[in-house]
């Protein structure tokens, strides 16, 4: 009985001998790669996902996968990309301050890829303009970039800097394809010749020279204001050295009527000088949008 007693414990050693050491990690080599490719392939679900909802319009549902993306690959070699469509998505969105915060992200991270870096840039000016954030275009980085050096050529037109403008689109020509050339030396020449339209300053200085102080009323209210005071002073003196007072007062009552009339024959020639240049400006914009310029400028990865 002792001898099968002891038989069956050797036995036993010997078999538990023969099991594999699971805390070897080589032995575990089959969870590890089991587990990468869990990861693997569950980080590109979320890029897929993001992308076909992306595609279908569905943007905040692929807000939501990138995100997941985000914080369960948090330090993923595409993390900048990911940041960049999701500004993208914000931005198709109308939600204009969540897109420049993911551009802007990108912009200052140094890790991301230069040409990533230089889409978001883009991407943060064309949204000021958008905006009417003239300024903060021209405030950009200045760097010679094609596309940002047009938008930020467009945004000096718009904002009146017309040799800015002109300047800033000469810069960018050499960058662009012959065929792009052509439309940016017509775009310059139009620029240049926004200094000769036709306004209605000419006469209106003739008009105003024809009365006493008259032409003083031409440089706006300061002048409004020395053209009242010559006026009613020549007139207080006349009737002071004369003795007729009635003349006086009556003159005063022509000054004021002179005055206002003045005034809103100045206001209704700004307004229609400003009308000029608003169609011509617009004119302008509209035979030489940004988008003409898109394809020749922007990459691939837009």
């Excluded at 001998?17 to 990861?39: G, M, V």
């Excluded at 979320?46 to 992308?51: M, V």
């Excluded at 926004?194 to 003083?216: I, M, N, Q, T």
């Excluded at 005063?252 to 206002?260: H, P, S």
């Amino acid at each position: 009985m002792r001898s099968l007693i002891f038989i069956v414990l050797a036995a036993g050693l010997l078999t538990a001998q023969a099991l594999p050491d699971t805390t070897d990690a080589r032995s575990n080599a089959y969870i590890h790669e089991d587990w990468s490719y869990f990861a693997e392939r569950m980080r590109n679900e979320f890029l897929a996902l993001g992308e076909k909802k992306f595609r279908q319009g569905e943007y905040e549902r692929a807000v939501m996968d990138y995100f997941n993306f985000i914080y369960h690959f948090p330090e993923d070699e595409l993390i900048p990309l990911v940041h960049y469509r999701l500004g993208r998505a914000y931005e198709l969105m109308g939600a204009y301050e969540q897109a420049r915060e993911q551009y802007a992200w990108v912009w200052d991270h140094p890790g991301a890829d230069p040409r990533v870096k230089m889409v978001c840039l883009r991407q943060l000016a064309r949204i000021d303009y958008e905006l009417g954030r003239y300024e903060e275009v021209l405030r950009r980085p200045e760097l010679d970039d094609p596309y940002l050096l047009v938008l930020k050529g467009f945004a000096a037109l718009t904002a009146e800097h017309w040799s800015q403008s002109g300047s800033l689109i000469q810069r960018a020509r050499h960058f662009y394809p012959a065929r792009a050339q052509v439309l940016l030396d017509s775009l310059l020449a139009d620029i240049e010749g926004l200094a000769d339209l036709e306004y209605y300053a000419g006469w209106k200085g003739r008009l105003l020279s024809l009365f006493p102080g008259g032409s003083l009323f031409y440089v706006d209210n300061y002048g409004d204001g020395l053209g009242h005071a010559l006026g009613v002073g020549s007139l207080a003196a006349a009737a002071a050295l004369t003795g007729n007072w009635t003349r006086y007062v009556l003159g005063v009552g022509a000054v004021g009527l002179y005055g206002v009339s003045f005034r809103s024959a100045s206001r209704a020639i700004r307004a229609a000088n400003r009308d000029i240049l608003d169609a011509r400006l617009a004119e302008i914009k509209g035979s030489y949008g940004l988008d003409r310029f898109w394809s020749f400028a922007h990459p691939a990865i837009y």
